[in-house]
């Protein structure tokens, strides 16, 4: 199959390239960055004149898409990128879906389910009143709409996965990225960092996340127009995850702050996985005691810290 990855070069996407070529598919890739990268084009999905060229070049028979701007903290600071990418990037791709009718898979956030304090089943947020509590949530459900219109007025195929926390090696650090991937990194370098003591996760692994994901473009497997959540198992609070990291690497707390909780940042993201694990054979395997060793020596060997 000829498979395109929009943001191929991300922490996820790369990793996903791999294993699609693994199961011997032709992939491709599109990002921002110059790469060199087999089968590479540099592209802005936002422009539509970029993607079209990508679409004409490749003629995908499948698009991954994950090419977006990332983060609750990022759409707030840099908020004009994250409407420009996310809401009329994949409007760009949804026009040329249309015309080229290749199938899609969409790469949401457990961002879109809000302020729900409950098991987060796909259906949530078309049966109850959600409030999204940032501009990155607010522009992943619009993505979400779009695909939705986009199937129900041109029958464009897509399947939407929502992902709950990945984490784990080809995640650079920045301070927009993932807790587990700050609180490591912070931790190494001995900066301070916030524990915010009310919120709990289900944080998923790279290898995990990334092993579903490619099974959906098999046509056996693809629903069109199914939502998943893609998650771990083991539901903790963001503490178990400072006190593993530390215990790790034999260090205190001294420089960690402790507070109740964050505003517009979701408390408890529990993901329904039922769907999930019996369409796409989603079975987590790497559990925190180990996912989280094998993050800090990455970063360790990536930052060169003994």
């Known amino acids: 199959m000829k498979i395109l990855v929009t943001g191929g070069l991300g922490a996820i996407g790369s990793q996903l390239c791999q294993e699609l070529q693994q199961r011997e598919n032709q992939v491709w890739v599109c990002d921002l960055p110059h790469a060199a990268v087999q089968n590479y084009i540099r592209c802005d999905i936002a422009n ?18 994950l090419a977006a701007e990332f983060g609750r903290i990022n759409g707030e600071d840099h908020f004009y990128q994250l409407w420009h ?12 879906q249309e015309q080229h009718k290749f199938r899609m898979c969409f790469t949401s956030s457990s961002e879109v389910y809000g302020d729900w304090k409950h098991l987060m089943t796909e259906d949530v947020p078309e049966q109850h009143p959600i409030k999204q509590l940032n501009d990155y949530a607010i522009t992943k459900w619009v993505n979400e709409m779009q695909i939705m219109n986009s199937a129900s007025r041109f029958n464009t195929e897509t399947v939407r996965v ?3 926390n990945t984490y784990g090696p080809g995640e650079y650090y920045s301070k927009y990225r993932s807790v587990i991937c700050q609180f490591i990194y912070r931790a190494l370098h001995n900066l301070p960092y916030t524990v915010y003591l009310d919120h709990h996760r289900t944080s998923s692994y790279i290898d995990d996340t990334v092993r ?10 693809f629903k069109s127009g199914e939502v998943y959540n893609i998650a771990g198992t083991e539901y903790h609070d963001i503490k178990t995850i400072s006190d593993m990291i530390l215990n790790y690497l034999s260090k205190d707390d001294n420089n960690v702050r402790y507070e109740k909780q964050e505003k517009h940042n979701t408390g408890d993201k529990k993901g329904d996985l039922t769907k999930a694990q019996k369409d796409l054979n989603h079975e987590p395997q790497v559990k925190l005691s180990e996912g989280i060793p094998i993050t800090i020596e990455w970063q360790r060997k990536i930052y060169g810290i003994q």
Do not use: M, W
């Open 48 to 65: 539509y004149q970029q993607i079209e060229h990508v679409i004409n070049i490749v003629k995908p028979d499948f698009v991954y898409h």
């Open 85 to 96: 990418s996310n809401a009329i990037g994949t409007k760009n791709i949804l026009r040329l």
């Open 162 to 164: 929502r992902l709950f």
């Open 212 to 221: 579903t994901l490619a099974n959906i473009c098999n046509p056996k497997t």
